[in-house]
């Protein structure tokens, strides 16, 4: 009887060692189990995260680039002096302007800028320059050929928009890319009667307005 009892005990010992390591099994998989998954939904939650961030940020930026340009409306004009061709063009309201119109050797000499016009011992690359030069054509275009030959500036033939099929009109120059070794912008050389216009952006950051606002916009008599 007592040998039967001792199997019998042991037999229920055995049942109870399996099932606590079962028991202990399954709570180690359910443990790893929530900790698995809370682990990937604070990950999820982090890259939702992200994604909202990014997404207003985009947003932002690109409220403020169209607020930019919006405000740009309605353009200022200048107009030159009419004994010298009477240069017109328009620009962006949110720049200003400095031109001087008083030296004979150079009747315009124009600087803008966006809000307001540094000085030019600022070394700034300045959004628009506009100058009327004593100097011929050929010579003005001349002082580019090193870069135009190197590969750094692309010149192309080019008349503005609304001087197209003008009378006495010649065709001048668009140049775009390194203007110097510190300067990528474009820009328009143009004859003017006995004289030359230069006007051109010495920043990339600015071609778009160039292209879009001043050169459109481009008026002279010939």
Request: charged share 20%; aromatic share 10%.
């Amino acid at each position: 009887m007592t040998k039967r009892n001792q199997n019998g005990f042991a037999g229920s010992l055995m049942w109870i060692v399996v099932l606590s390591i079962g028991l202990v099994a399954a709570l180690v998989f359910g443990l790893s189990a929530y900790t698995e998954n809370q682990t990937t939904r604070q990950e999820l939650n982090r890259l939702v995260a992200k994604a909202i961030t990014e997404a207003e940020t985009a947003q932002a930026t690109k409220l403020k680039l169209q607020f930019e340009e919006e405000s740009k409306n309605p353009t200022k004009n200048y107009i030159g002096p009419s004994t010298y061709g009477s240069v017109t063009f328009s620009y962006p309201k949110t720049w200003s302007a400095y031109v001087d119109e008083s030296s004979t050797s150079q009747p315009i000499n124009g600087y803008f800028h966006p809000d307001k016009v540094p000085g030019l011992q600022s070394k700034t690359a300045f959004a628009l320059r506009i100058e009327l030069l004593n100097t011929s054509y050929s010579s003005e275009l001349q002082k580019y050929n090193s870069q135009i030959k190197a590969g750094v500036l692309k010149a192309a033939a080019y008349v503005p928009p609304k001087m197209t099929g003008a009378a006495n009109v010649q065709p001048g120059t668009r140049l775009d890319g390194s203007l110097s070794t510190t300067q990528k912008g474009s820009m328009v050389i143009i004859k003017i009667r006995d004289k030359t216009l230069r006007i051109y952006t010495e920043s990339s950051n600015f071609t778009s307005d160039f292209s879009n606002i001043i050169l459109p916009s481009l008026t002279f008599t010939p």
